[in-house]
C-alpha cells in the first residue's frame, strides 16, 4: 500500500468479508492518509452484535445493522497514530473520514458516514450517536 502502510492480518480477514467495492476503497485510503489503519469491524455476527449494542457502541440489535449481512456493506475502521488508536482525539478520525468519503466519492460509491449520519453539512453537533470509525456503503447503491 502506501509508503510505510499496510493492512495487517487481521484486517486483511475482515476485508474478506466486506462487500467487494470496499476493498479499492480500502487499498486507496490507506495511501492517502498519513498513519495506519485497523479494520475493527467487516461483518459482525449475532454475538458480536449484540455485545456492540449492549455496551452502546451500536443503535442496532441483530440482524439490523449493515454489518449483519454477508458480504457485509459496513466497516469500522481506526487511526493507529504512534502504535495506538487516539480514542479521545476526533483529528486522526476526521482524516480518515475525510479521505474514505473523498476516495468514494472518486469511485463513484455513496458512502454513509458515522459522523454525519443524514449527509448534510453540520457533521457532528446534529445527531445523538457518533461513530467517527463507522461507513457503510448507502442502501439501494448496486
Not at 479499492?24 to 452484535?49: H, M, S, T
Request: glycine content about 10%; hydrophobic content about 40%.
Amino acid at each position: 500500500m502506501g509508503i510505510g502502510h499496510y493492512w495487517g492480518t487481521t484486517s486483511l480477514e475482515r476485508i474478506d468479508t466486506l462487500d467487494p467495492r470496499w476493498k479499492g476503497i480500502l487499498d486507496d485510503v490507506l495511501v492517502a492518509v498519513p498513519f495506519d489503519v485497523k479494520v475493527v469491524w467487516g461483518y459482525r455476527g449475532q454475538e458480536v452484535q449484540d455485545r456492540a449494542y449492549a455496551e452502546g457502541k451500536s443503535t442496532k440489535q441483530w440482524p439490523n445493522s449493515l454489518h449483519n449481512k454477508l458480504p457485509s456493506r459496513a466497516v469500522d475502521l481506526a487511526p493507529i497514530v504512534e502504535r495506538e488508536i487516539p480514542w479521545n482525539d476526533p483529528r486522526p478520525w476526521l482524516v480518515l473520514a475525510g479521505a474514505v468519503l473523498g476516495v468514494a466519492r472518486v469511485a463513484r460509491e455513496d458512502i454513509r458516514w458515522g459522523g454525519n449520519w443524514d449527509c448534510d453539512a453540520i457533521m457532528l453537533d446534529d445527531q445523538d450517536f457518533d461513530d467517527l470509525g463507522h461507513f457503510e456503503i448507502a442502501e439501494g447503491a448496486e
